[in-house]
């Protein structure tokens, strides 16, 4: 297998009840010391907070209600085994809430950002999945807010730009396909207006049922 560093970021949705997670990768940092991958941690937990999770005119945290939070962003060191070597964390020293008002959408709900690479087909895409966006990013018609769509669109291109040009960065941000064991450089993303669902996100929560006898 092809050795590579995932690069997670992770925050709470529905007021701390459950998870959010996204991921995208990057090349091979087995020759990094320990202190190197601590230094990218910290490195791409700046990146996010100033070209992404941030309050800059149409920044990302205006569409994010206050029940959805950052928390901390995540290397994994993989060797060329598929087995992690070494873990690098770092974040905000309290979580970063968004500001959007009123109630956030479903916790299944997910803006999505799509990675591509010069590579057609499934094997050379990535999706990264966001939290659920504040219900007042919906239009009448049930879609995003173009605003919302160009903002989030624009700082994840400043964000990868911006890991990009890191000297830390261990080659290129990158999606992965397990089937040909492949990283292939992102050269697009590709940001809808309409949300797409994660099912498994809604897992801490609990429903409550309401039944009736029929009959």
């Known amino acids: 297998m092809v050795a590579r560093t995932r690069c997670t970021i992770e925050g709470t949705i529905a007021g701390g009840v459950d998870i959010w997670t996204t991921s ?13 991958l601590n230094d990218f941690a910290v490195n ?17 945290l205006n569409a994010f209600a206050p029940t959805v939070d950052y928390v901390r962003v995540t290397v ?24 959007a008002e009123g109630l956030s959408l479903p916790s299944e709900c997910a803006e999505v950002v799509s990675l591509i690479s010069d590579h057609a087909g499934g094997r050379g895409r990535g999706r990264m999945y966001l939290p659920a966006l504040a219900a007042s990013q919906l239009g ?14 624009d700082q994840f291109e400043a964000f990868f730009e911006n890991l990009n040009a890191d000297v830390l ?16 450089e992102v050269v697009q993303i590709k940001v809808g207006n309409i949300f797409d669902s994660q099912r498994r996100r809604r897992n801490s929560i609990i429903e409550s049922y309401v039944t009736r006898a029929i009959g």
Request: avoid cysteine; charge should be negative.
């Open 24 to 36: 995208f990768y990057g090349g091979s940092s087995q020759g990094y010391s320990t202190s190197d």
């Open 44 to 60: 791409l937990d700046t990146a996010w907070q100033t070209y992404v999770w941030n309050n800059a005119p149409g920044g990302i």
């Open 76 to 99: 994994r060191d993989i060797n060329a085994s598929g087995v992690t070597d070494r873990v690098a964390s770092a974040g905000p020293l309290v979580p970063i809430l968004g500001t």
């Open 140 to 153: 009448t018609a049930g879609t995003i807010y173009v605003d919302a769509v160009n903002g989030i669109a």
């Open 169 to 184: 960065m261990p080659g290129a941000v990158s999606v992965y396909s397990g089937v040909d064991d492949v990283l292939r």
